[in-house]
C-alpha cells in the first residue's frame, strides 16, 4: 500500500481516491482547478513501520505470506520492538532480533513517553527476557497454538505489568482491547484501498463517520 487515501466531499457524496478525478463521479462537474467546498483529506495510513515503532507490540503478516497482506485470512506473526527499532520475535528457532522485514505492521505503543524509568531499562528487560529457557529451543519447543510468538510478546508485557506493580492480562482481554480494534481498521482500510484499486475511487453518501475514520 504505497498510495495514500485522500478524501474530498462533493454533492453529499464522500468520494475516496489516491488523487482528485477530474470529473466529480457522481454528478459529473468539473473538478480539477474548480474550488471544492472543504479540502480533499489526507487519510493516515493504519499501518506504521515497525522498525521506527519503539517499544511497540507489532502484528505483521507471518513471513511465509508471501502477498505480505493483512488480508484477514493470512497467518499473523508478532515481535517487540526495541528502543532502536529492532523487533524481538519468537520462532521455531528462537528469538529472532529483526532489523528490517516490518515496515508495515499494525503496532501498539507499550509504554507512554513519560514513562523514563522503563524507557531507560526496556532494551535491557528484552535482551533478558529474550535469553530466557522458555525461548530457547533446547528447552522448549514452539507450539503453533499453545507457545508461541504471541505467547512471548504477552508473557513479555506481563513481566512488565507485573513489575510496574499492575495486574497481568489474559491473552482474550488483551486481543480484544488492543489486537482487534487496530485489526479492524486495518481490514477496513485494506478494502477501501483495494477497492481503489481497481475502480479509482470509493464513493458513499455522506456521512459525520466515514467508514475508514471512524
Ligand atoms: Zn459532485
Redesign the pocket.
Known sequence: MECSVIRLT??Q?DIFCFSVPEK??????E?RGSRLLEAPVSLPSPLANGHKSSCCLLIAPAHDNHTREFDGTSDLHTGISSTKGVVYNYTRTGVRRDQSGWEQCISVPLVRPDMFHLLAQWDQYLDRFSEGPMWDPAWHRFDDDHHNCFSFCLCFINGILVAEGRSSLSRDSFTNTFILPKMRRVSKYTMLYQHIQVHQFYMVDRQQDTPVTS
Open positions: 462533493h454533492c457524496k466529480c463521479p457522481s454528478c459529473g462537474e473538478l
